[in-house]
């Protein structure tokens, strides 16, 4: 059992102190303050000084810390505000300043007792009653945690799970590596194999992770950003004990993207598996944020569930993690809610020409007043795509905006005929999965390569079915579908658990709560936002990955419902090119960047290419060219009109160039 180190704070009731007054930072200076917690024996009064100082941008700071100050930056949850301490702040201790209780159980066992400790802790280095302060500190806040010699993940005293979880995620650290690019654990290159029974762990062991992972810390949406643009110095603290987040992530990974035998019951297996799925998101922004891109549409699906004070900070708290800082989205908290999410979706648009953001939109959580294309992140209702998705390959948005109407081109696709509201138990899913199958005439005695039957098992699969280059990844998708064929052809209890057996099966549904299966006229499944309603468009946009759900209004006008994800049939380009030649199926493969990259594949030679067979034999437009492709990947198209020069959109699928060739497309007014 760790006790806290005993220490004494005063009230701000005692008149030998006055409240501490901040010193006014310079505007636009790149100014920050930096806290001096001050040396002192336990049971003392908590004593810091405040200091300001010069941050430099992270590109001029150099390895060994010169010309940047040295600190070690504290990731924390605040908790309630309504219970606080003072601190006194100067060696005199004349001044005092109010600080949260999370807070002030943190300092006593920060503080060295012999020498002062350099730290920087939002809560008290911003003054945060300074709204243009606070706005100016969050736009430093990712060179803030960059340039810090350490980031330190408070997560409270020590209650002894956390302690007995840090010696066994260090445990199963020292059992085996894992590859992040790749997600799959390896062996360390001094050990031969890796240990067959590394994550047999009991009860007790399970109950200490899911303690750890159930930390409030885990729901806070501002430690993303802070823990992902840490160095590899980075640490866990709870109480005196401690562990490396490098190995906390590897840990974690082990656990999530591994098959184990679990001694607890199912909903306390369910719950850890939510837990670790959640930690493992986080863990593999951190890993890949070096090397890879992330855009700011995945980044705010991925940390949707997670808790921020102010709905702002759905976009704020992100903007940080931009590799390439492609949104010129500067954060102003005297914005109103309206105007910083619009503002959002209008950057994003016009900066990538692409309209992932839509697929946020759901017009059950639209506020009166606001354009239904303006998402509301302040309350959850995201879904959750587990796959790829390319309903409109690689081509361009073609956008206009007046005032509250977007206008987009696309085509209609199909109609909504059903709609069966999403049940919270896997079992009560399949009964809706079997009167599904038996309203399209499935012929369950010989599934087959039935197309009904391939749709809904792409509609429940969680993972890709192909990633190029990795052959466990298409026999695991073989091996899923073998199994959920067979409880198929034979619903019993025993087939069912088989199905189950993978968590990769019926993950997409349980994530996706609050929502609804629907059936179109022309048969295809899909999942979509609970509140779509029968005759609701189903539309393919230029530009847009995801389909998305439309409702006509007034005027020739539509209300954006929301996207509709998993539509087998649709998710390559069909709406615009037709089905794939026979002999090709689509698939990706990942970048030397590791992107995701959309390519073909021929089922009968095992040929892979980057340009979609549909489009082979139809040469490049007028003034059009390509260049080398630098990861044999991405195709790139050159035009002397492009601001860089070049761009990934492929030209032959603009608007004017799918009208010569008798595809159609219209243009949608959303309001």
Known sequence: MDYAPAASYPSLRDKSQTRYQYQTLEPSSRQIRRLILLPG??????????????????????????????????????????????????????AALPIAHNLA???????????????????????????????????????????????????????????????ILQKLYEQADFDFRMGRTIPWPDLVSIPEDFLDLDAADLHAITALLDDSWFTRLWIWQEICLANTNALLQSGRSFLKWERFGIAISHLDQNEWDSPLDDEETECLSKLLRNAYDLIYCCETHAYTVITLPELIEITSMVNCSDPKDRIYALLAMLKYNEFPIIPDYSKSLKQVYRDAVVHMIQTNNRLSILGHCNIR??????????????????????????????????????????????????????????????????????????????????????????????????????????????????????????????????????AMESSEVFRKVLDNQNSSLVLTQKGYIGIATCCVEISDEVCAFLGNDDLLLLRPSESEHYQLVGPAIGMEGLTCNEAFLGPLPQDWDWSFRISERSLVCLCYINIHTGAITS???????????????????EDGVWNKFTHGSLAEGWTFSDPRLSSRELRKRGTETKTFNIV
């Open 365 to 498: 959580n639209r506020i009166a007043g606001w354009p239904t294309w303006v998402p509301n992140y302040s309350v959850a209702g995201i879904l959750k795509r587990a796959r790829v998705c390319y309903a409109s390959g690689t081509s361009a948005a073609e956008v206009h905006l007046t005032g509250g109407l977007l206008q987009l081109v696309g085509r209609h696709v199909d109609r909504v005929l059903r709609v069966v509201m999403l049940p919270r138990k896997v079992k009560e899913v399949i009964e809706i999965i079997v009167g599904l199958m038996s309203y399209h005439g499935i012929c369950i005695s010989h599934p087959g390569e039935n197309t009904a039957l391939r749709s809904l098992f792409e509609l429940l699969y969680d993972k890709d079915r192909h990633l190029h280059g990795d052959s466990r990844v298409t026999a695991r998708y073989n091996e899923n579908k073998k199994l959920f064929s067979e409880f198929v052809m034979n619903p019993s209890d025993h087939n069912l658990e088989r």
């Open 105 to 167: 159980t943190a300092l006593p066992y920060l503080r060295n007792e012999r020498c002062p400790r350099p730290l920087w802790i939002d809560a008290i280095c911003i003054d945060q009653a300074n709204i243009q302060e606070r706005s100016e500190q969050v736009r430093l806040m990712g060179d803030i945690y960059s340039v810090a010699a350490r980031v330190i993940v408070w997560l409270g005293p020590c209650d002894g799970s956390y302690e007995r979880a840090f010696l």
């Open 41 to 94: 024996p336990a049971g003392s009064p908590v004593r810091v000084e405040i200091e300001v100082c010069g941050l430099p941008k992270k590109s001029e700071a150099v390895q060994d810390g010169e010309g940047y100050p040295i600190y070690e930056a504290l990731s924390y949850v605040w908790g309630p505000t309504e219970k606080s301490e003072t601190v006194l702040v100067g060696v005199a201790g004349n």
């Open 611 to 629: 340009e979609d067979p549909r489009l082979a034999k139809i040469p490049l437009p007028a003034g059009w060219g390509r260049l080398a492709q």
